[in-house]
């Protein structure tokens, strides 16, 4: 699949967000927007084996969203996916539906119950060693957040996978320099991630985030046989997409009414026509 499609269907996407977080009346929208194109190049590019009819198939490749309270934007991309119904999706919010607000393993095409910050790494270094000890192709994913990594826990992970050499192994922070309490670097900082994680024994890649090229680029590059496990710091725009809430911390939890759900919903269409009209010609 070519970048402009990719683009294509995370706008999409992006304008489902938008809609069913307005009509749930709850759900991080800023980092599910800051980590959507990620989250679109991993399911309809990078990942393998992935099968709505057989979302348990055993050479699927796994994926771990450790950032657990951004679950809106993998109910969306799993929605695009085949893997959950429309009808299923709109229940969002409302009582009784098996969609909550972190994921779970109810909702087909999730692995893990995850959103308890820092525990994520370790599940996806489980998942990666059993693939390794049982000789299966299968690579894991695990997407954190950057306020996350303020959790000791995930650098114990992160010498463990240095440990057994799990280069079948893919972590992605989504740094977007924001979390509930402000930005990163005033509540914990965390840089240089870079100079951190190579310390740990890791591959590291920088990235834009925000760039659906450089997504691609990026994921392209791994080396799988490299004898290391790999970390894609991505660097991404809190709310992004929607301008009003790019760049503001209070958009980690905020709600939408009717007239900002209209604006954000008229803007992204404005990109998917001009997406449309590039795509036809």
Same mark, same amino acid.
């Given at each position: 699949m070519?970048?402009?499609?990719?683009?294509?269907?995370?706008?999409?996407?992006?304008?489902?967000?938008?809609?069913?977080?307005?009509?749930?009346?709850?759900?991080?929208?800023?980092? &599910?927007?800051?980590?959507?194109?990620?989250?679109?190049?991993?399911?309809?590019?990078?990942?393998?084996?992935?099968?709505?009819?057989?979302?348990?198939?055993?050479?699927?490749d796994r994926f771990v969203l450790s950032k657990g309270h951004c679950v809106e934007a993998l109910y969306v991309t799993l929605e695009a996916k085949g893997f959950i119904s429309s009808e299923m999706l709109d229940t969002l919010g409302q009582f009784g539906s098996v969609l909550s607000g972190h994921p779970t393993i109810e909702v087909p095409g999730i692995e893990v119950c995850?959103?308890?910050?820092?525990?994520?790494?370790?599940?996806?270094?489980?998942?990666?060693?059993?693939?390794?000890?049982?000789?299966?192709?299968?690579?894991?994913?695990?997407?954190?957040?950057?306020?996350?990594?303020?959790?000791?826990?995930?650098?114990?992970?992160?010498?463990?996978?240095?440990?057994?050499?799990?280069?079948?192994?893919?972590a992605i922070?989504?740094?977007?320099?924001?979390?509930?309490?402000?930005?990163?670097?005033?509540?914990?900082?965390? &840089?240089?991630?870079? &100079?951190?994680?190579?310390a740990f024994g890791w591959e590291v890649t920088e990235l834009n985030g925000d760039l659906m090229?450089?997504?691609? &680029?990026?994921?392209?590059?791994?080396?799988?046989?490299?004898?290391?496990?790999?970390?894609?710091v991505s660097n991404t725009t809190k709310g992004k997409g929607v301008s009003f809430m790019e760049g503001i911390a209070k958009w980690h939890h905020g709600v939408l009414n009717e007239q900002q759900c209209l604006d954000a919903v008229a803007e992204i269409e404005e990109r998917l026509c001009r997406l449309r009209k590039n795509a036809e010609g």
């Open positions: 070519n970048t402009n499609q990719l683009k294509l269907i995370a706008e999409q996407n992006r304008k489902r967000l938008v809609e069913v977080v307005y009509r749930a009346k709850a759900g991080h929208i800023g980092g &599910d927007l800051s980590c959507l194109n990620v989250m679109t190049a991993l399911y309809f590019e990078v990942m393998r084996g992935l099968d709505p009819a057989n979302p348990k198939a055993p050479g699927r995850s959103g308890a910050l820092g525990h994520g790494l370790g599940i996806g270094i489980g998942m990666a060693l059993a693939a390794k000890m049982d000789q299966k192709a299968y690579r894991t994913f695990v997407l954190m957040g950057d306020g996350e990594q303020g959790e000791g826990s995930i650098y114990e992970a992160a010498m463990a996978a240095n440990k057994y050499h799990l280069d079948n192994l893919v922070i989504d740094r977007n320099h924001l979390q509930i309490s402000g930005n990163t670097e005033d509540v914990m900082p965390i &840089d240089s991630i870079r &100079d951190r994680w190579t090229e450089d997504i691609v &680029d990026a994921f392209s590059r791994i080396d799988y046989h490299s004898g290391k496990p790999h970390l894609l």
